[in-house]
């Protein structure tokens, strides 16, 4: 991994067999960053994509061995039960040009990623949530009284 | 809605049901936000896409009923004729991982959506061009003199 | 091209006929912006897309003919041999609502383009990977030690 801090930005340039979530998670402990937005593009392989049923509240996962475009890659670091939790989507362009993509689980880098991180100036948590089986941002409710 | 002030960027975490453009527009009005670029993450149901035939000057519409990950959702906020306008393109995942995508006239927030506003501090104007049918970002000519 | 300052960012509004990154070079050339993230949606024509095939190091192209929304453009600006070079990756919407992607070379603005432009403070230089075949944002090694 190579980095750069722009101002408030910080780039990340991952090299070739790093894996693109915990490359993120390592980088954002190391320099302390608890939440930031996340947005990159690249290539990665031996990917995994979910889709969330909400239903049965579990994810159908789909494994995808080739090498893809990282057309779009975006989402968060937050904090979930007090852990550095990076929660990413992703379009992913195949040989075809087709698309695919979903919830990124985990994805290795096949040629490159360009990372671009924002971090925020205060922790975000993630909470359980019942009505969706899924831990999401725990803000404080927002009224328009 | 929950939400919270992240240096210069507003996060928003909808939860289900919320109409995610509505939902986008009534919290610019109350934090009187005029301009923003927008950027977001979740998952939508009942959503209108569009492509925009430019030879006919309409859209193009597919109504979509059940729920996608909403892979990447990009765009800004603007005024058009004295009132907030956000316009925004998705990429929506469905079951199969295939991607759909185009304008987005509507969606309503199916799981959650994790959306960043960056506020901008002047208000930005669209403006109808008979060119193209449409209200586009009418902003000071530029020249490359 | 339209533009404004917004802050920390910089709007291109970009019309019909204007070629996508030839038109973010000249403006980046003329405003003396010699890294920036970026971020567009829009419609965009006549382009070109590419998916790289590592084990050859060249890429696959694919030309496209007809008008396309632009769902998501994301990349980043830095130096390649001291000249200015944009790196964008995009997710193109066609009429029946699927969706195509890759690198992009090049592509028209059909309808309109919104950019988003954040400069960076600093230079970022790319520089050629023979392991890729690629040239790669030549940042400074980071090490989790």
Request: proline content about 3%.
């Amino acid at each position: 991994m190579r980095t750069a801090i722009q101002g408030d930005a910080h780039i990340l340039s991952l090299e070739i067999g790093e894996e693109l979530i915990e490359s993120i998670l390592s980088y954002a402990d190391r320099e302390k960053i608890s939440a930031a937005s996340i947005s990159a593009i690249g290539a990665i392989r031996s990917f995994e994509l979910g889709y969330y049923v909400l239903d049965r509240k579990e994810y159908l996962r789909k494994k995808v061995d080739g090498i893809a475009e990282l057309i779009s890659c975006d989402g968060n670091l937050a904090l979930k039960e007090d852990k550095p939790f990076v929660h990413l989507h992703v379009a992913a362009g195949l040989s075809d040009f087709s698309v695919i993509g979903g919830h990124l689980f985990s994805g290795i880098v096949a040629v490159s990623a360009e990372v671009v991180l924002r971090p925020m100036p205060n922790p975000m948590n993630r909470s359980f949530s019942n009505a969706t089986g899924l831990y999401l941002l725990d803000l404080l409710p927002w009224k328009a009284f």
